[in-house]
């Protein structure tokens, strides 16, 4: 059932959605129709593309190359991801309460944070380009989501605080999970795809200096230099463009005594699930 914070908690009641008893939390029919329908498609662009992708991959033996394979493990997380968790947060938003009892609040947000964790991993890995390193990409966001969550060390030194549709990080772990869910793996791609660049750009330099008059070698290259950068550009800026906030939400919030308002930190979550509705798109047309 619907479990509001309690009223004599003033932290709580930060991260409450709306004050008092269910009716009086839901909005206008009309906002919530639209509320439904754009969420909606959300997940079944997200659903949709990445099953295209895990078909794809798995079916066609000429796809099957340990990138490819790091791009099917990432598909099958936003699949899942949309699939079994979207929803959920989707009346969760539209209905401003969680309606399925606290048990399942934890479990719903530990698949929730391991499933991001592991796409924002895989998107790592690709750029490393490690095939070994997909059962890590697995492991350890699953075992941080459901040991931080269940053991509730997130919430440890805030007073007053229970289980509520929106989690609190206190500060630590709000620092660890922006810098291991975000800046580290942030930084790590941006300097394997600035390091990737140097490469393409002294290597188009070289075949310009050793061109021979036979223009299509070089034309060739040049050309799928220019698309592997365009890609990786895409893949970078839908990568930041989608986590950034809500990270450093994450990472403000409890030096500001949790006054970030649910409702936005509802809105940034779902600005990271696009990240799993884009990756299809984007590996699907512009990977090289």
Partial sequence: GVFPAPMNNPIAKLREFGN??????????????????????????TVLGNLASIISVSCFKQLHSPTNFLILSMAVTDFLLGFFIMPFSMVRSVENCWCF???????????????CLVSIFHLCCIAVDRFCLIVMCW?????????VIFSVAYASGIEGYEVLVV??????????L??????????????????IFDVSRKHLRSNLSRNTGDENPHQLSRRK????????????????FCWFPCFVTFLIDPFIGFSIPAVLFDALTWFGYLNSSCNPLIYGFFYP
């Fill in 178 to 195: 922006s810098l291991f869910g975000f800046f580290i793996p942030g930084a790590l791609m941006i300097g394997v795809y600035v390091q």
């Fill in 167 to 176: 989690f609190m990080f206190n500060k630590l772990w709000g620092i660890i």
């Fill in 139 to 147: 492991s350890v966001p699953a075992s941080f989501a459901f040991g």
């Fill in 225 to 240: 230099d220019r698309k592997a950068a365009k890609t990786l550009s895409i893949v970078m800026g839908g990568f930041l």
């Fill in 20 to 45: 008092g008893s269910y009716s009086e939390n839901l909005r206008s029919l009309s906002v919530r129709g639209a509320m439904y329908v754009s969420m909606s498609g959300v997940i079944i662009i």
């Fill in 101 to 115: 009892g606290k048990t399942f609040c934890k479990i719903h947000y530990s698949f929730d944070l391991m499933l």
